[in-house]
């Protein structure tokens, strides 16, 4: 399959030609396409959990709106049973083949969800002022911070937001087909205090 | 000089830098601090507009919030505001202000005429006078609505940017007066998040306005200063000034609005007009102060007649007087404080009318010690002065200040300021749900303990606590409270600031005033000045019947519009209750309801406007589609082509081309919207047997199934395809507008109900792209684009799908159709839908493929007769109704809806039936929503036996089609009947069945 003919959902918004405002302080960007994997598992079964963990090289998450990191992925946990599996190396469908194989017979669901995301960055000084307009969310780093993920909504879209650093720098899962609507929602949000885009 | 009625010196004003502004056409100077009011009162202006129902001359009556009568016209063109309190705007440089309410000039307004008729311009007197007969209302509404109202609204789009952001903090104190800062200090001491917001350019509250106040022993506004110096250096506290908490929702979600550019001559770029703050703390402390209430005498609108405390205001914080000469009228000791201030400021006062019959207090001991002529157990019975007060009468009160007596005294003055006491600003505490207790001895309602939902804590004169004192200690105590409830964890330290305990002195409430003629004979009694509603009105009201204060605030319209009544409403129901013998608490208070103040609805809507008030959701091949230059219809939040119209061609011409070329060769449509959800786990088909109407456990691997998904009511909710993945996976799919909804409905009974089936869903809308190719031609296309997918009837028949690779990408294969022909919907990863769809296009050119969007769908569709839930039904429809009865199972056991279909009216045989309707005349097709009758009378009403559900032009079958829900339909075929119009024709038509064309189905097999 080549690679040429991938279209990610923002894409459209020609981001590589955009210039940024002097003395930025957002920048925003478009996150790539990472591999997203959505997996339901009881936790209580001990075995399946250490299955898993083995594939994805880290364990699951049972800290509510938490993500862990392993070599290769990101755990994040969205639910008691739910989990969502980010790499950057790793590939959807392959990934899915490996852990029914290894969960055959206990009851899951593992599916391949990389092309229902695009994922926005967001960074700098005024990051968390901007994500707080359309977050009703409290993102003091008191509340919340690096290490933390949580699904929440941004304006009128739902996303699953990220804190990766503590620069700040967050990422916004959001569905696809809202990407562009929340884009220019937080364009529209900066006015004043200066935006980049970061390549 | 122009500013004559400015003081040489004093106030919080800069008088280093001059400020020039203009009011109706006149420029005047002013000064870096003043107010618009301020600035006019400077300048001698008196008279700034005219009331709304009689269009009586009005001038600026008070120095806050609660300003009723200069509501004036700010800016010019698209930035035009009207109803400016202009007691609340800060002066810049260039600021344009003009009287609303007057036609052709503020001194001879014509209105005026409407005061020499006010004897039948009493409450209600439009709804008695124009409700006959009853359809020259509209007539007469439009002369009533432009004689009334007030300022005009900009017409152009409101070029300003707004913002709005949400906010969360420990502990909110909302007010910097005294109370608030010394709670705001408090709060902040124990590390608790505070946020302070205050409604005017800098901190201080009744501070500015006073004079002589000192706090820990140095002089109040110095305390000010470094109270707020200090807030201004701690990390965990955020100040908001020009900031009014205008809205008190449930578990403290307060409203707060924050005008940042208004006061500024030059407007900062990216600097937003005004951004609302939606503020969730976990405690509040409302130190909102308090608004002095007017005492209601006879004619006491005049120009030049203000709140006592305004007269204080405007001498001790902007230098201004508001007259040369004046009487100061009271009940209480507070007002003898602007006495004393005025006199300082070398303001005349000729005299003090005091309605005590024995005065206490140390303020009036101080001014009688310096001489001021005091009027005790006396009162205003009277006003002069058209534009501008002249004098005032004065009489002594009888024994019980029921009347007056007649030996009046006439005082030359040219204002007069007034005190009746004070009301505590509860309006958050009240909006939070708060009770009242009603304080008999200061005639105050003031808050009673707070509830749980909405915790929070009154200080200071907003409980009533009036003393500087009361109001630094409660705010001490009140900050450590709220931060202890929000869970800080701290040490207690410090101490409350202090200051000299002052005795209130005596009160005499003195609700109504009397005249020199009872009440209603001679001049007016106003209650509300923006209004212009008076006690008589009051009176009528209850002489009428009216019992409720809600019902007399409605009929009189007292306390309603802008100002919300913030002087009117204690006024007018201790009048109330007065009138009625009742005591104040029984009367109660009308509600208090958001906003506290005019709030813009710019602010309100934030970056939610234009083409960000709802998402735009779109498809990957969206821009394709715009390229080709579709039009777009909106299906739920969804962009969806709607058709591809070619140069020249409008929408039929187009859609005729489209419906044509897909019957005849190939056409390809973007069916990506639909939803889409991934059910997985043992009991996968046993849970379809359940949501769907039909049996799932025997469809095989590879294969597809139509279901219909009810409601528990047994109406029709969703319908669509669903394809067998493996033995414990199924891909489901939703109609577009409805995937969400409908994996709520799942999850709802997977979590609930049915929590012994092993079935996980995840929701792969997004996931998927879908091109949907149909017609003749559609097999030879995609044969062009695969090598390993086996395209025969055998191999894959319909409702069969298969894995594969289309375009060289990963896809899945469905054959399935909603057009009735040869069709296939290939799925492919979503980032591949735009290159998948080019690839089709390209290979597709031999065969003229042409792509077509939802209203060629519709056509298509509806020549076979395929339903669409939500146009050809309507939440009332069942399966039988749709003449399906072919697809509810009568074998397996439960499933959502089937024990409501077994209900009796289910099988009514005159229930509404889904029905084909073919017109008599081939070239005429029938409006959808037409109602059809089998009786056509001359005009209506007729009896309607249905409607139209989708009616379109077929050019497959070379004239109209439609489809009707009608009463029994299914046993009319070939029943005429009769759609009359709304222009007077009657369209004829006959039942038939719904499928229009290709009956036999041969075509879907290709």
Redesign the interface.
Known sequence: ??NF?????LN?LGLVGRTSEDNAQVTMGDGG?PMVV?L?LDPANKAAMKAVATLVGVDLPQKANYFVEGKETEVHWLAPDEWMIVSQNMEG?ELVSKLDEALDGV???A???????AVITVEGEKAR?LL??A????L?PR?FHTGMSTQTHA???NVILQQVSDAPFYKLYV????S???W??LE??S???GLAISS | MSQKFRLESGGLINRDKPVTFSFNGHELKGYDGDTLASALIANGVHLVGRSFKYHRPRGIMSAGPEEANALLQLGEGAYTEPNARATMEELFDGLVATTSNAFPTVKYDIGEVNSLFSKIFVSGFYYKTFMWPSKAWKFYEHFIRKAAGIGKAPEEHDPD?Y??????CDVLVVGGGPAGLSAALSAAATGA?VTLVDDQPRFGGSLMAQSGQEIDGKPALEWVDEAEAKLHDLDNVQVLRRATAFAYYDHNYVGIWERLTDHLPVKP????RHRVH?M?AKQVIIASGAIERPLVFCDNDRPGIMLASACRTYVNRFGAKPGNKGVIFTNNDSAYATVLDLIDAGIEIKAVVDVRKDPLGPLMEKADAAGVKILTNSAVVGTSGRLHLKSVEVAELSDDGETAKSDVTEIACDFLGSSGGWNPTVHLHCQAGGKLDFDEERGAFVPAPSNRTNPNISVGSCKGAFGLADCLAQGFEAGQEAAKAAGIKFRKSGKAPTAEAVDEGNRRLLWLVPGKKPLGQSGKHFIDLQNDSTAADLQLALREGYRSIEHVKRYTTTGMATDQGKTANVNALAIVAQTLNEAIPTVGTTTYRPPYVPVTFGAIA???ID??L???????M??WHVNAGAEFEDVGQ?KRAWYFPQPGEDMHAAVNREVAAMRNSVGILDATTLGKI?V???DAAEFLNRVYTNAWTKLGIGKCRYGLMLGEDGMVMDDGVTSRIAEDHFLMTTTTGNAAPVLGHLEDYLQTEWTDL?V?L????????TASIAGPNARALLSELTDDIDLSNEALPFMAWTPGTVA???ARVFRISFTGDLSYEIAV???????LWQALMTAGSKYDITPYGTETMHVLRAEKGFIIVGQDTDGSITPVDLNMNWIVSKKKGDFIGKRSLDREDMSDPNRKQLVGILTDDPKEVLPEGAQLVEVVKDKPPMDMVGWVSSSYWSPNCDRSIAMALVHGGLKKMGQKLYSPQADGRVIECTITDTVFYDKEGNRQNG
């Open positions: 399959m080549d003919m991938r279209q990610g959902p459209d396409r959505n339901r469908n009851h899951h669901s599916v391949n969800v990389s092309d229902n995301f002022a707080q307009k977050i009703p969310l409290d003091h509340e304006a009128k879209t569905r696809r087909s809202f562009q609507y929340l220019a929602w529209s949000g006015i004043g205090f | 940017f913002d709005k952001t949400n906010a969360f998040h770029e990216g600097l937003p939606m969730r934030g970056r939610d083409d960000l709802d998402p735009a959701r779109t498809t990957p969206h821009s969804w991934d997985k786990g043992k092993e996980y995840t929701s792969v809308t997004e996931q998927w792209a060289g990408i990963p990863p979503a980032d591949y839908g735009l290159a």
